[in-house]
Nanobody, 128 residues
Framework: QVQLVESGGGSAESGGSLRLSCVVS???????MGWFRQVLGKEREGVAI???????EYADSVKGRFTVVQANVNNTKYLQMDNLKPEDTAMYYC???????????????????????RGQGTQVTVSS
């Protein structure tokens, strides 16, 4: 059974940095992984996605500030978030799909709906 465990959320000041980690267990095949965020009462927003070939795509709102980093430990990836802004405040979720057809067909904008396997979420709060 595939499980995702997230960690690394917390509080930061505007301009600061946080790093989220996502550990995937039970997955032996290639998969794509993404992060999306959600604020209560607002629509889910895809933030970043990394494909099985290592390429990544970012939402315009985070481009140049957020980076997906492959950890030295297998099945662990980080979302490095730099130059944080108050509008980055949200609950962040990592998600994966083991279905490569889904991976090929998704994008950073659609990953929240397409990637069905999700972590428990971690809160990020950025103060001005």
């Amino acid at each position: 059974q595939v499980q995702l465990v997230e960690s690394g959320g917390g509080s930061a000041e505007s301009g600061g940095s946080l790093r989220l980690s996502c550990v995937v267990s039970g997955a032996t095949a290639n998969y794509c992984m993404g992060w999306f965020r959600q604020v209560l009462g607002k629509e889910r927003e895809g933030v970043a996605i990394i494909y099985s070939d290592g390429s990544a795509e970012y939402a315009d709102s985070v481009k140049g500030r957020f980076t997906v980093v492959q950890a030295n430990v297998n099945n662990t990836k980080y979302l490095q978030m730099d130059n944080l802004k108050p509008e980055d405040t949200a609950m962040y979720y990592c998600a994966v799909s083991l279905n490569l057809l889904v991976c090929y067909g998704t994008s950073v904008h659609n990953l929240g709906a397409d990637l069905k396997l999700r972590g428990q979420g971690t809160q990020v709060t950025v103060s001005s």
